[in-house]
């Protein structure tokens, strides 16, 4: 079943923050984040576990919550670098496929 | 290493012809999972296949077929083309596969066009 991401789209200037959630109806086992710039391909950002700690990455984070099974990407300090779309993707168990959101498109302005 | 490659990186295609798409993963990566991305649907998943056998599979017609080789190039197929399957498909590859807490490395796609 597919996660659903929230919002669909943020618009932010350069030094602002944002974040995005993930939220699914079944239990999960992990959480992977991706972005993807116009016309490239998706590149990974990182992975959540159940029982796992909150994770960075530069001056982006996520956490996951799993009493709510959702994810939330937090990105502080945006810079124009960070603007794309952001895919969760997540896995019920393990061993079984690893399924995306529709996206949450970032666009970043100076 | 050589990142993932996928080939050709354009097709255009008319309804009803059947079409082939291939995957060579990064060297050493024996699973490759397959996605179609439209506008606003994100990345729907169609297969992965791990050392020649297809593990997971997604909820696409049996139109969408794929296999693997002994050196992990993927292949995949479409057949009787529909307008609906324009769309650009991705493939990923990593280590031991999907479910496995691994990254997925993405090749840049092959866009499909159908008319």
């Known amino acids: 079943q597919q996660p659903v991401q929230s919002p669909q789209a943020v618009i932010l200037r350069e030094g602002e923050d944002a974040v995005i959630n993930c939220s699914s109806s079944k239990a999960l086992y992990s959480v992977h984040w991706y972005r993807q710039k116009h016309g490239e391909a998706p590149v990974f950002l990182m992975i959540?576990?159940?029982?796992?700690e909150q994770k960075g990455h530069d001056k982006i984070s996520a956490s996951f919550n799993e009493k709510k099974q959702q994810s939330s990407l937090y990105l502080t300090a945006s810079q124009l670098s960070y603007s794309g779309t952001y895919f969760c993707?997540?896995?019920?168990?393990?061993?079984?496929?690893?399924?995306f959101g529709k996206g949450t498109t970032l666009s970043v302005s100076s | 290493k050589a990142g993932v490659t996928q080939t050709p990186r354009y097709l255009i295609k008319t309804r009803g012809q059947q079409v082939t798409l291939s995957c060579s993963p990064i060297s050493g990566h024996r699973s490759v999972s397959w996605y179609q991305q439209t506008p606003g649907q994100g990345l729907q998943f169609l297969f992965e296949?791990?050392?020649?056998?297809?593990?997971n599979k997604g909820n696409f017609p049996g139109r969408f077929s794929g296999r693997q080789f002994s050196n992990s190039r993927s292949e995949m197929n479409v057949s009787t083309l529909e307008l609906g399957d324009s769309a650009l498909y991705l493939c990923?590859?990593?280590?031991?596969?999907?479910?496995?807490?691994?990254?997925?490395?993405f090749g840049s796609g092959t866009q499909l066009s159908v008319l």
């Open positions: 296949y791990f050392s020649e056998t297809q593990r």
């Open positions: 959540l576990l159940k029982g796992g």
């Open positions: 990923a590859s990593s280590e031991t596969g999907v479910g496995r807490n691994e990254k997925l490395f």
């Open positions: 993707g997540t896995e019920r168990q393990a061993g079984t496929a690893l399924i």
